[in-house]
């Protein structure tokens, strides 16, 4: 595949989805990561202490990161539709269909997470909660590779 980029001006990797010549995919993807990653630890204290307050963490936190996290894929998906030079690119290729599988998997976690305390952790939350974290390690080093080694969303 062609790993072949322009800097800006003229860079053919510039964001489609745009707020003011800002992409809105790298703005809104912080939100469901940190949710993501704080489901995992708070489904791990609960784990540890089964103090109903962290299965209630849990919930709010993987809800809030699956909402946000598919407005993120919308802006994405919008990226990588409507650029064929993103297309190109197998990091934007395994950066796309890692964070799908990811949503997927974290929304099957916010129905188990509607559970009473424990059935919403253990094992199944908790599980999800640690496959999750482990492919957002993978996608969010393919999303570097995107932004600092081929500058995928410049202006």
Same mark, same amino acid.
């Given at each position: 595949? $062609?790993?072949?980029?322009?800097d800006a001006?003229?860079?053919?990797l510039?964001?489609?989805a745009?707020?003011?010549? !800002?992409?809105? !995919?790298?703005m809104?993807?912080p939100?469901?990561?940190?949710?993501f990653?704080?489901?995992?630890?708070?489904?791990?204290?609960?784990?540890m202490?089964?103090?109903?307050?962290?299965?209630?963490?849990s919930?709010w936190?993987i809800?809030v990161?699956?909402?946000?996290?598919?407005? %993120?894929?919308? $802006?994405? $998906?919008?990226?990588?539709?409507?650029?064929?030079?993103?297309r190109?690119l197998?990091?934007?290729?395994?950066?796309?269909?890692?964070?799908l599988v990811v949503?997927v998997? $974290?929304?099957?976690n916010?129905?188990?997470h509607? !559970?009473?305390?424990w059935?919403?952790?253990?094992?199944?939350?908790?599980t999800?909660?640690?496959?999750?974290?482990?492919?957002l390690?993978?996608?969010?080093?393919?999303?570097?590779?995107?932004?600092?080694r081929y500058?995928?969303?410049? %202006?």
């Amino acid at each position: 595949m $062609a790993q072949n980029t322009y800097d800006a001006p003229g860079n053919r990797l510039a964001s489609t989805a745009r707020i003011a010549a !800002h992409p809105i !995919h790298p703005m809104l993807v912080p939100i469901p990561i940190a949710c993501f990653v704080g489901t995992l630890l708070t489904d791990i204290a609960y784990a540890m202490t089964a103090e109903m307050t962290w299965s209630n963490f849990s919930a709010w936190l993987i809800s809030v990161g699956v909402v946000i996290g598919w407005l %993120a894929a919308i $802006a994405g $998906a919008i990226d990588f539709f409507a650029n064929r030079a993103i297309r190109n690119l197998s990091a934007a290729i395994i950066h796309a269909v890692g964070n799908l599988v990811v949503l997927v998997l $974290a929304t099957l976690n916010m129905l188990v997470h509607t !559970h009473d305390a424990w059935t919403s952790v253990m094992p199944w939350g908790l599980t999800l909660s640690a496959i999750t974290v482990a492919l957002l390690l993978v996608t969010g080093w393919m999303g570097w590779a995107m932004v600092y080694r081929y500058r995928v969303g410049g %202006a």
